[in-house]
């Protein structure tokens, strides 16, 4: 993530910080060896306070691309998977670089790394684009990761909100998604009592609590 005390957020794409994003991927490559992790999330960074995003863009744009295809390399090399994530700045941050899957993927497209993937972000998806079905259609061949939250609160699934996430589950199943989906979400409240919307979708689904099938049990 850069230093956030002096207000970064990665550093992927910002031009000059290139050491550094360089270190950084040495240390989390060494967490994510220790931990069995094989998932990276090189996260792009923000426009530097006081420049324009518009005339930075072409610079932005080299500097991520000359440091995906760095990470690539030195994570082909540990069998790791490295992670690209839209986040809205609408929102969230207004000034992260990337923002919309769209982008993310005419990026990965350029860089041209088998290994890097993208990270979607169901709640930064929303917020940009909307067209979530067709959106998970288009994209699930680029996703190596999704996460979830509701939209606007950014709380558990079943929090009242924009998305209905029993149907969203249902399509990314039918669509042969196998990954994992993160809960990027900020809890209302307890984390446990929270998860209460998990279990209740594997009822629905007749799964015992854990995912396990009724029936192999």
Same mark, same amino acid.
């Given at each position: 993530?850069?230093?956030?005390?002096?207000? @970064?957020?990665?550093?992927?794409?910002?031009? +000059?910080? @290139?050491?550094?994003?360089?270190? +950084?991927?040495?240390?989390?490559?060494?967490?994510?060896?220790?931990?069995?992790?094989?998932?990276?999330?090189?996260?792009?960074?923000?426009?530097?306070?006081?420049?324009?995003?518009?005339?930075?863009?072409?610079?932005?744009?080299?500097?991520?691309? @000359?440091?995906?295809?760095?990470?690539?390399?030195?994570?082909?090399?540990?069998?790791?998977?490295?992670?690209?994530?839209?986040?809205?700045?609408?929102?969230?941050?207004?000034?992260?670089?990337?923002?919309?899957?769209?982008?993310?993927?005419?990026?990965?497209?350029?860089?041209?790394?088998?290994?890097?993937?993208?990270?979607?972000?169901?709640?930064?998806?929303?917020?940009?684009?909307?067209?979530?079905?067709?959106?998970? %259609?288009?994209?699930?061949?680029?996703? +190596? #990761?999704?996460?979830?939250?509701?939209?606007?609160?950014?709380?558990?699934?079943?929090?009242?909100?924009?998305?209905?996430?029993?149907?969203?589950?249902?399509?990314? %199943?039918?669509?042969?998604?196998?990954?994992?989906?993160?809960? %990027?979400?900020?809890?209302?409240?307890?984390?446990?009592?929270?998860?209460?919307?998990?279990?209740?979708?594997? %009822?629905?689904?007749?799964?015992? #609590?854990?995912?396990?099938?009724?029936?192999?049990?």
């Amino acid at each position: 993530p850069g230093d956030p005390q002096a207000g @970064e957020m990665g550093l992927a794409a910002v031009p +000059g910080r @290139e050491p550094a994003f360089r270190r +950084g991927l040495a240390s989390a490559v060494q967490y994510a060896r220790a931990l069995g992790c094989h998932r990276i999330h090189l996260m792009a960074g923000r426009v530097p306070l006081g420049a324009d995003r518009a005339a930075m863009a072409n610079a932005m744009e080299t500097t991520f691309t @000359e440091n995906l295809r760095y990470a690539a390399d030195l994570l082909a090399q540990e069998d790791m998977i490295g992670l690209v994530e839209p986040i809205n700045n609408r929102i969230t941050d207004p000034r992260y670089y990337l923002n919309t899957p769209q982008q993310a993927a005419a990026i990965l497209e350029k860089v041209g790394r088998p290994n890097l993937k993208l990270q979607l972000d169901i709640f930064h998806c929303q917020i940009m684009d909307g067209n979530l079905s067709r959106n998970l %259609e288009m994209y699930l061949p680029l996703t +190596g #990761h999704i996460q979830i939250a509701q939209v606007p609160g950014r709380h558990e699934p079943d929090s009242p909100g924009e998305l209905n996430f029993p149907y969203i589950f249902n399509l990314l %199943e039918s669509l042969g998604y196998s990954g994992y989906v993160g809960c %990027e979400y900020a809890p209302k409240g307890d984390t446990l009592e929270g998860l209460g919307w998990l279990r209740s979708y594997w %009822e629905s689904r007749g799964l015992q #609590h854990g995912g396990t099938s009724k029936t192999a049990e």
